[in-house]
């Protein structure tokens, strides 16, 4: 009985501790994360690369890939974001400015085609750190997506 009491203690304390630091975005756990190195996408980082039963060497391989990507997505959200202003004012134009227009589309261009060369360049070094079998499980929990045969969140 004691233990039973014990335990539900516990996990009612590493709840209220979860849930405090849960909505945090000051960079000290909780909030937001930037990158894969902390939080949420750790977690399922590390899931999936116990999943794949990787040597030290293919994680620090696939880890910096996913962090140098991860960076990439997260710089063009914030190039993406930063176009508001420029849109803003071509609407508050008396009349429709295309080359204004054009030149935010061309900004966007460059920002996906930098982030897409970088994701082929992302996956050709996963892809060649994993041997067939790692591959092959790789490719099907992909196929399945991440709440399909227990390899989502819900595993």
Same mark, same amino acid.
């Not at 399922?44 to 039963?53: A, P, S, V």
């Given at each position: 009985?004691? &233990?039973?009491?014990? *335990? !539900?203690?516990?996990?009612? &304390?590493?709840? %209220?501790?979860? !849930?405090?630091?849960?909505?945090?975005?000051?960079?000290?756990? *909780?909030?937001?994360?930037?990158?894969?190195?902390?939080?949420? *996408?750790?977690?399922?980082? /590390?899931?999936?690369?116990?999943?794949?039963?990787?040597? =030290?060497? @293919?994680?620090?391989?696939?880890?910096? !890939?996913?962090?140098?990507?991860?960076?990439?997505?997260?710089?063009?959200? +914030?190039?993406?974001?930063?176009?508001?202003?420029?849109?803003? @004012?071509?609407?508050? /134009?008396?009349?429709?400015? +295309?080359?204004? %227009?054009?030149?935010?589309?061309?900004?966007?261009?460059?920002?996906?085609?930098? %982030?897409?060369? /970088?994701?082929?360049?992302?996956? &050709?070094?996963?892809?060649?750190?994993?041997? @067939?079998?790692?591959?092959?499980?790789?490719?099907?929990?992909?196929? !399945?997506? =991440?709440?399909?045969?227990?390899?989502?969140?819900? +595993?």
């Amino acid at each position: 009985m004691f &233990g039973f009491l014990f *335990g !539900a203690a516990c996990l009612l &304390g590493l709840t %209220v501790t979860v !849930a405090r630091h849960s909505h945090r975005g000051d960079g000290r756990g *909780g909030g937001r994360s930037r990158s894969f190195r902390s939080g949420r *996408g750790r977690f399922f980082l /590390n899931r999936l690369l116990d999943r794949l039963d990787t040597t =030290p060497g @293919q994680e620090k391989v696939i880890r910096e !890939a996913v962090d140098t990507l991860w960076d990439d997505v997260h710089d063009a959200k +914030r190039e993406f974001r930063g176009t508001r202003a420029d849109v803003a @004012q071509v609407v508050r /134009n008396e009349t429709l400015d +295309r080359a204004s %227009v054009e030149a935010i589309f061309d900004r966007h261009d460059t920002v996906i085609d930098r %982030v897409r060369s /970088n994701a082929l360049d992302a996956f &050709g070094k996963v892809h060649e750190t994993l041997d @067939q079998r790692q591959r092959k499980i790789l490719a099907e929990m992909i196929e !399945a997506g =991440p709440f399909s045969r227990g390899y989502g969140r819900f +595993r």
